[in-house]
Antibody, heavy 123, light 111 residues
Framework: QVQLVQSGAEVKKPGASVKVSCKAS????????ISWVRQAPGQGLEWMGW????????DYAQNFQGRVTMTTDTSTRAVYMEVTSLRSDDTAVYYC????????????????WGQGTLVTVSS | QSVLTQPPSVSGAPGQRVTISCTGS?????????AHWYQQLPGAVPKLIIY???NRPSGVPDRFSGSKSGTSASLAITGLQAEDEADYYC???????????FGGGTKLTVL
């Protein structure tokens, strides 16, 4: 079955960086993009951006431009998301999710989701 | 605040029907971008339950249905069950922001 498995929880100090991995299985890796979505404690979902597993093209949400880098390694079927200059309000669960696109080109949706990686930023 | 507006909470008794609204604008749902819905059970990962406005993925009960009209979308749940108690999020694409956008989420309580 299609599955996304993420790396484990991280605790970082303000100003540090964190890199989260997401390993895909059960489908042709290069046929789909991967998005990252985060959820702060008790809050809603926030899209961070996506990366094409085919050619590594990226598109980041405006809130994260300059602080987020997404990369892919087709040999290991893995996607990575790095956030730099961490602040306390970056404390959240970070999810990777596969992008699905309709034939009409009227947007895309997410299925499945990884299990989530809790990143805690605290001094 | 979120680009897509959802009520913070809704509730219903077992067996009843509830609807959750998702109000957007002319740059997202009103611009013919589809609405999609996710269910997040307590402590769990979000799960896709409706895509492309009104399509259910395999395995999602037909008690869940979606619709879209103008700048809004709706999720309806019929025959409410205790296991439906969760947070529900709508999602679309916004052309002005060039970004995927989510609603703020609606907490469904089964009385």
């Amino acid at each position: 079955q299609v599955q996304l498995v993420q790396s484990g929880a991280e605790v970082k100090k303000p100003g540090a960086s964190v890199k989260v991995s997401c390993k895909a299985s059960g489908y042709t890796f290069t046929k789909y993009a991967i998005s990252w979505v985060r959820q702060a404690p008790g809050q809603g979902l926030e899209w961070m951006g996506w990366i094409s597993a085919h050619n590594g093209n990226t598109d980041y949400a405006q809130n994260f431009q300059g602080r987020v880098t997404m990369t892919t390694d087709t040999s290991t079927r893995a996607v990575y998301m790095e956030v730099t200059s961490l602040r306390s309000d970056d404390t959240a669960v970070y999810y990777c999710t596969r992008d699905l696109v309709g034939a009409a080109g009227t947007g895309w949706w997410f299925d499945p989701w990884g299990q989530g990686t809790l990143v805690t930023v605290s001094s | 605040q979120s680009v897509l507006t959802q009520p913070p909470s809704v509730s219903g008794a077992p067996g009843q029907r509830v609807t959750i609204s998702c109000t957007g604008s002319s740059s997202n749902i009103g611009a013919s971008y589809d609405a999609h819905w996710y269910q997040q059970l307590p402590g769990a990962v979000p799960k896709l339950i409706i895509y492309g406005n009104n399509n259910r993925p395999s395995g999602v009960p037909d008690r869940f249905s979606g619709s879209k009209s103008g700048t809004s979308a709706s999720l309806a749940i019929t025959g409410l069950q205790a296991e439906d108690e969760a947070d529900y999020y709508c999602q679309s694409y916004d052309s002005r922001l060039s970004a995927v956008v989510f609603g703020g989420g609606t907490k469904l309580t089964v009385l």
